[in-house]
């Protein structure tokens, strides 16, 4: 395929909308293709849970220019669904891309090439979660089975995911994702607090980061921590979370926050901790690199290409609060070394940024 292209992404929560980090990467990429000068629409499923809530009857899609080429649209109940697929079908598609299995089916009667982009790893998530199975899971599976191209954006996990579905090799690109937040919102100042970004879950590593919250209060090295975040669209959980992290004086919960917000406390952190127990994207570690914040982070696949040999951040075994606290510890009472750390970070994300954005750029230049 030659020449300006009409690219359809398919997503749960796009910005502003947004509750996860997820959708900050597919924004970025409809971006991307904008500026490569292709038609890009985006249609977002937000918060989709049909299976809870099916709503037969629902007011029409809502569609928003963005501006010149980028349309998106927002879906929020089955009832939509016959608008959407009228819709789709009266434009032309040369590439959709698929941000989560569960949105396969919407996008399997559409004659055109078809991405599935890996987000989160699902059987990886079941093995941490240690359960045989869900609905997320099954969904994945059947649209890895079914896509043209599976995108992952690491070797790392490329290699995680062929464990888990040896038949996906020759279909497998690594195609690196990114976040629109760039080095422009860098601060001088680093506080003595320890900040994560992220949902709430077992293979987040949420528990970890409010033990160390404590253990590094005890230390006298902070002056306290925030966990930036939740459990998007699940009340309970995030209850029964705040239930954990209320008793914590030092601890701030600020909840899910704007983009840029976001970016403005994070940047100011003087670490960047992330305690996940399986990582595909590794978008916080990402956006704390971006921003030059020092990063202590577990060794999983999506935080390891971007760390490397720990000249870019420091990374430990997973589950090791011990080792977690103490390079924490380090970085604190070293803040040379991390200032340090944290320049070569961002040095290496924005020369490397380039070449993220290529690969994409050739990949709808040439498939």
């Not at 997503?11 to 924004?27: C, E, Q």
């Not at 037969?56 to 501006?67: F, N």
């Not at 649209?143 to 790392?156: F, K, M």
Request: charged share 20%.
């Amino acid at each position: 395929m030659k020449g300006p292209l009409k690219l359809l992404h398919l997503t749960r929560d796009h910005p502003p909308m947004s509750k996860g980090g997820l959708s900050i990467a597919v924004s970025w990429l409809a971006e991307l293709g904008l500026h490569a000068g292709h038609q890009v629409t985006v249609v977002s499923f937000d918060s989709w849970r049909p299976q809870r809530n099916p709503q037969p009857e629902a007011p029409a899609l809502s569609r928003e220019a963005l501006g010149p080429g980028l349309e998106l649209v927002r879906l929020t109940a089955t009832g939509q669904l016959a608008e959407l697929t009228e819709m789709l079908q009266s434009i032309h598609i040369d590439w959709v891309h698929v941000h989560h299995g569960t949105l396969w089916p919407y996008a399997a009667y559409i004659q055109a090439p078809k991405m599935l982009c890996v987000h989160v790893l699902q059987a990886e998530l079941n093995r941490v979660r240690a359960v045989p199975t869900t609905w997320s899971a099954s969904a994945q599976l059947e649209a890895l089975d079914a896509a043209d191209i599976i995108q992952l954006s690491t070797v790392e996990t490329a290699q995680l995911a062929l464990e888990h579905h040896p038949q996906i090799a020759s279909r497998l690109r690594i195609l690196p994702m990114d976040t629109t937040l760039t080095a422009q919102a860098q601060r001088d100042h680093r506080g003595r607090n320890v900040v994560t970004v992220g949902r709430f879950d077992v293979s987040k590593g949420t528990a970890d980061f409010i033990a160390l919250s404590q253990a590094l209060t005890d230390c006298e090295v902070i002056d306290g921590a925030t966990i930036l975040g939740g459990v998007p669209g699940n009340s309970k959980a995030e209850r029964r979370w705040g239930r954990q992290i209320a008793p914590l004086p030092q601890l701030k919960w600020t909840g899910w926050l704007a983009h840029q917000h976001m970016a403005r406390i994070l940047g100011q952190a003087g670490v960047a901790l992330f305690a996940s127990h399986a990582e595909t994207l590794g978008l916080g570690v990402l956006e704390a690199m971006s921003l030059g914040v020092p990063v202590v982070a577990t060794d999983v696949s999506g935080h390891r290409s971007l760390i490397g040999d720990n000249e870019r951040g420091v990374l430990v075994p997973v589950g090791a609060i011990e080792q977690m606290k103490t390079a924490c510890v380090e970085l604190f009472k070293e803040p040379d070394i991390a200032q340090k750390m944290g320049q070569r970070a961002a040095d290496w994300v924005a020369e490397e940024r380039p070449k993220w954005r290529r690969s994409w750029v050739d990949f709808w230049s040439t498939s």
